[in-house]
């Protein structure tokens, strides 16, 4: 299995900035996507963003031309910047890892225990 251990969130105002950062650790993994998620209380976990091991990201309509993810693959990291934040971004926001277990030969998804932002207005 993958941990992943998620850092960077805070409090920041309406219109600022924030980085987030992930890292990955697991043994005879192949990582393939990773991603982050917000979910705010009483609301299901929503998708946020995506990045391929290509280096292909995907992003919710809700992020996208504000926030921008990257991976560095060597690293095993995922980073998502965010910018021109807004109140609504205001949630605990999860580190998402799918991929491959070759130790225990199958699929995995993990997920880290979340960094909480929050944008005040």
């Known amino acids: 299995q993958v941990q992943l251990v998620e850092s960077g969130g805070g409090l920041v105002q309406a219109g600022g900035s924030l980085r987030l950062s992930c890292v990955a650790t697991?043994?005879?993994?192949?990582?393939?996507?990773l991603g982050w998620y917000r979910q705010t209380p009483g609301n299901q976990r929503e998708f946020v963003a995506t990045?391929?091991?290509?280096?292909?990201?995907t992003y919710a309509a809700s992020a996208k031309g504000r926030f921008t993810i990257s991976r560095d693959n060597a690293e095993n990291t995922v980073d998502l910047q965010m910018n021109s934040l807004k109140s609504e971004d205001t949630a605990v926001y999860y580190c998402?890892?799918?991929?491959?277990?070759?130790?225990?030969?199958?699929?995995?998804?993990?997920w880290g225990r979340g960094t909480q932002v929050t944008v005040s207005s």
């Open positions: 697991g043994r005879m993994v192949i990582i393939n996507d």
């Open positions: 990045i391929t091991r290509a280096g292909n990201p």
């Open positions: 998402n890892a799918r991929g491959f277990d070759e130790y225990a030969g199958r699929g995995f998804t993990s």
